[in-house]
């Protein structure tokens, strides 16, 4: 089945810095790559995802990024705010299956 | 506009008890899941429904069932709860093909 690896686990940048969030994935055949945002007590939100035949995907201040040699992804946020401080998932699926596997999540925090 | 809610938010249980966590999405999605979430862990998903009438197991399934009898409701079960089973609940639907999954807010779990 997929795996999904998500590094670090935590990340701290001063606001006002871009932050950069990467993901591996190991199963070629997966094609759907979503980015959540999970804030303090709330369930995970998508902020952006990407399908394979996209290299990159743009929207305001978040981008994501996607490498299907290296089977790996990457969420970027331009000039980070404090508001953007939150835990952030990672996910991927192939065409075939329904579901969607999960990385372990980051954490990240954006120092006033 | 609603669209994924999940009942009870918070529930503590006695070792042994038997409960069942609500979820109800308004937005006539194909697809719903169970994940639970704890530290270090990420989602892991517990069963999911393709459609109405159906339901698969998914990583975690162990100590839990599932009923999707109606297309707008998906029901989970512990049918004897352990203290292994304390977690935050989440359910998820998705219309279908590469759709996006939509979460609920959770449901707090202790059991004691």
């Known amino acids: 089945g997929e795996n999904v690896e998500q590094h670090p686990s935590t990340l701290s940048v001063q606001e006002g810095d871009s932050a950069v969030i990467k993901c591996t994935y190991s199963?070629?055949?997966?094609?759907?790559f979503p980015w959540y945002k999970q804030e303090l007590g709330k369930g995970p939100q998508l902020i952006i995802d990407?399908?394979?035949?996209?290299g990159e995907k743009k929207d305001q201040r978040i981008a994501v990024t996607l490498n299907k040699t290296a089977k790996h992804f990457s969420l970027h946020i331009t000039e980070t705010q404090p508001e953007d401080s939150a835990v952030y998932f990672c996910a991927a699926r192939d065409g075939a299956n329904s579901k969607l596997t999960f990385g372990k999540g980051i954490t990240l925090s954006v120092r006033p | 506009n609603a669209g994924v809610t999940q009942t009870p938010k918070f529930q503590v249980l006695k070792t042994g008890q038997s409960m069942t966590l609500q979820c109800a999405q308004d937005?006539?999605?194909?697809?719903m899941y169970w994940y639970r979430q704890d530290p270090g862990m990420g989602l892991r998903l517990i069963y999911y429904?393709?459609?109405?009438?159906?339901?698969d197991k998914g990583e975690v399934p162990d100590g839990y069932n599932v009923s999707r009898l109606k297309k707008q409701n998906f029901l989970l079960g512990l049918e004897s709860a352990a203290p292994s089973q304390t977690s935050v609940y989440f359910c998820a639907s998705r219309e279908g093909g590469n759709q996006p999954q939509h979460f609920g807010d959770g449901t707090r779990l202790s059991i004691l």
């Open positions: 937005m006539n999605h194909n697809s």
């Open positions: 990407i399908r394979s035949n996209v």
């Open positions: 199963d070629s055949a997966s094609n759907y």
């Open positions: 429904s393709a459609s109405e009438g159906t339901t």
